[in-house]
């Protein structure tokens, strides 16, 4: 199928644009795209790694400002916006060098489901948990993560049903608001964060505010209307509304186990342990929307209950139930090496399996020679 992008937002268009076409033409033709998207993505990890080195419980910024050294914060809004440059002009470098491929287009939008958690993790250390005076609550950390996945989800159940991506404007926003948080706390420091803003509202709040607000009243209403449109112009992908929903039953479904683990865990997981649970989510979300973005590239069904269900249902399970007792943190460190382990796995063999059949390799422009 040819990929197609629509990209409306007027940051994007008269400002990010510009630059990015400025900062392609430095960018030597030997290079493949997939390298600018995955030396983004890597840029992405070093840094959450970095910042959970300080900062392993999120209490860092909140109880003792002054932990997390300034140079970290500085680095992170550098790294930010290497990734966001690379992850911008990957798509314009594979035209400039005639590679544009499927492979690459699962490449950059796999990699970016798994990214898109790992930066609101990241940003998590500038606010800091909630201490009793300021920072924001693990439970609603996770309903903002779960929020911005669900943003995520949305665009490609979209393209799934439309076969177009329409980006959405909340990208980014996030992501220059994402720099300039960075840039803010490097150079006034953490204490910003903890003096409130107007009337008694902190910045996070506002943050807060403003996600919830571009999530329900613009990304989702415009997904909706997409879709819609499309089913105007008999240009919808798939006839029956019960494919077009089956996308979604397996994150919905997701979505709700680790809600009812979060809810009625006995030793408060995520409370002890919102690191390791977050990244988790993220993992999780990841690997279940790669197979949406497969399936909707290569014009298949996805299946209704996505695999890791099944294990996550039992340990979820094992959990509230009690029968893993004082285990549960100890469960749920070892299950999610054993989940980060199968999803990376799992997207080195799709990115095989695809060099292969297209006669590519994933990091160099050079042909493969047939056998």
């Known amino acids: 199928s040819q990929y197609s992008a629509v990209d409306t937002n007027p940051l994007s268009v008269y400002i990010m644009q510009p630059i990015w076409n400025k900062i392609i033409k430095i960018v030597p ?18 840094n959450y790694f970095l910042i959970s080195f300080y900062d392993w419980d999120y209490t860092a910024s909140g109880t003792s400002p ?13 790294t930010t916006f290497c990734a966001y440059a690379l992850d911008s002009i990957d798509g314009k470098h594979a035209r400039r060098t005639q590679s544009s491929s499927p492979l690459g287009e699962l490449f950059d939008h796999g990699l970016d489901s798994w990214a898109t958690s790992i930066f609101v993790l990241s940003f998590f250390s500038v606010c800091s948990r909630d201490n009793g005076k300021t920072g924001v609550s693990v439970y609603t950390m996770y309903i903002y993560l779960s929020i911005v996945l669900f943003n995520f989800m949305c665009s490609h ?33 953490v204490e910003v964060w903890q003096k409130p803003l107007l009337f008694g509202y902190y910045i996070t709040d506002v943050l807060v505010i403003l996600l919830i607000g571009f999530s329900l009243f613009l990304s989702f209403p415009q997904t909706l ?51 390791l649970f977050l990244w988790m989510v993220g993992v999780a979300f990841s690997n279940v929307i790669c197979k949406v973005i497969i399936c909707q590239m290569s014009s298949t069904r996805p299946e209704l209950f996505h695999w890791f269900l099944f294990p996550l249902a039992l340990v979820v399970y094992a959990a509230i139930s009690g ?30 399996q695809l060099s292969e059949h297209l006669n590519i390799y994933i990091f160099s422009l050079k042909k493969r020679v047939q056998e």
């Open 225 to 275: 209307y997409n879709i819609h449109r499309a089913y105007l112009k008999k240009t919808l992908k798939n006839d029956s509304l019960y494919e077009g929903l089956l996308p979604l039953v397996s994150p919905l479904l997701l979505f709700v186990l680790l809600t009812v683990w979060v809810v009625l865990s006995p030793n408060n997981i995520l409370a002890k342990q919102p690191r």
């Open 157 to 189: 159940w979209e393209k799934y049903n439309t076969g177009v991506l329409f980006l959405p404007w909340g990208y980014d926003i996030s992501q220059v608001v994402l720099i300039a948080a960075y840039l803010l706390t490097g150079t006034v420091g």
């Open 29 to 46: 033709l030997w290079i493949a795209p997939n390298l600018l998207t995955f030396s983004g993505f890597v840029m992405i990890l070093f």
């Open 323 to 352: 029968l893993l007792g004082s285990m549960e943190e100890a469960v749920l460190g070892v299950f999610t090496a054993l989940l980060t382990a199968a999803h990376v796995h799992y997207g080195v063999c799709v990115g095989r």
């Open 66 to 78: 002054g932990l997390v050294p300034t140079w970290v914060w500085l680095f992170s809004a550098f």
